[in-house]
Every structure is written in C-alpha cells, then in structure tokens.
C-alpha cells in the first residue's frame, strides 16, 4: 500500500524544485533585459560624444532617458520576484519540514539541512541574488543623472555617486528587511 503522506512529500518536493527552475529562469530573463538595455545604451554613447571636443551632443539627448527609466523599473521588477520567488520557496519548505515530521522517519533530509544552515551563519540565495539587480539600478540612477546635468565635472561626479549609494543603502535596507521576514517564524506553520 502506498503512504499517501509520502507521496505528498515526494510532489512537495518536486514542486519546490520546479520553482527553483522557474526562479533561475526568471532570473536569467531579467538578466537578460537589462544587459540588453545597457548594450543599446552603449551603442547610442558612441553618438553622444564627439571625437574632437569630448562634448556630448546636445541634440541625442533625448534617448536615453527613456532606456534608464526602463531598465530602472525592470530591475525593480527584478527584485519583487526575487521576493516572491524567495516567499514562496520558504512556504514550501516549511510545509516539507511539516511533511518530514509526519512521515515518522529517521532520516529527514531537508529539516536537518535547515538545522545545519542555522548553526552557521548562511546568506540566502534571495539576499546574495538581489546585489545584481540593485548594481543595475545604482547605473542606471548613475546614467540618468549624468545625463540630466549633460556634462562632467567634479561635483556632478560627486553628487551622482551620492545619489547612486543613497538608492543602494535604501535597497540594501529594504532586502535585509525582507530577508529577516523570510527567515523569522521558521518554527510552527506557515
């Protein structure tokens, strides 16, 4: 006869592998978005600047604005499903561990991983893959303020980067937020 419980544990598991398929796959699509907006920036830089004076060309810049705005967002978009993604696979995990402890086995693979994990310190997958999308964003607020003021001096290069770590410091806080609320209340259900 066959256990039903282990069978739910057997499809919980399988679905948490296909959300980790479809996490990467998200993933590699919105890295792909973005190297794709900087790689359409780049090609119209070469316009922007002439070769004698260094001066950038008052009539092309226009354009930009809206690929800094657009690749702003789909990095915004970037992290949200990376929260969801991250959400999700927590939930499924807590509710394998509840499985695990149903099934009466010795062996419980995934409750004994958590418990090694917390015994060290151990960044998430979510934590460390919201630092690609944030380094897109700081270019992208770098890029747009640069092309806002429409030239280069010192304290433009100095209030860009400003900007630049003011918006990182504000992303790195809200992911630590979101981090913490993923990895509190492991204990108990869902």
Not at 52 to 75: E, H, K
Request: aromatic content about 10%; overall charge negative; glycine content about 6%.
């Amino acid at each position: 006869m066959v256990d039903p419980t282990l069978e739910l544990y057997k499809l919980y598991v399988e679905m948490a592998d296909a959300i980790s398929a479809r996490r990467a796959t998200a993933n590699n699509t919105l890295l792909g978005a973005n190297t794709a907006i900087l790689g359409v920036a780049g090609l119209l830089l070469k316009d922007y600047f002439t070769a004698t004076s260094g001066q950038i060309r008052s009539d092309l810049l226009n354009q930009p604005y809206m690929l800094g705005v657009a690749g702003f967002l789909c990095c915004s978009v970037w992290l949200l499903a990376i929260w969801a993604y991250a959400r999700k696979t927590s939930a499924k995990g807590e509710v394998i561990a509840i499985i695990e402890a149903e099934l009466n086995s010795l062996v419980k693979p995934f409750s004994t991983e958590e418990e090694c994990l917390a015994d060290c310190w151990y960044a998430r997958p979510a934590l460390v893959e919201c630092g690609l999308p944030i380094v897109f964003q700081v270019a992208y607020v770098g890029g747009l303020y640069f092309f806002a003021v429409r030239e280069i001096t010192e304290t433009h290069v100095i209030a860009a980067f400003v900007s630049a770590c003011a918006i990182l410091v504000i992303e790195l806080i809200l992911v630590l937020r979101a981090h913490k609320k993923l990895t509190r209340g492991k204990e108990g259900t869902c």
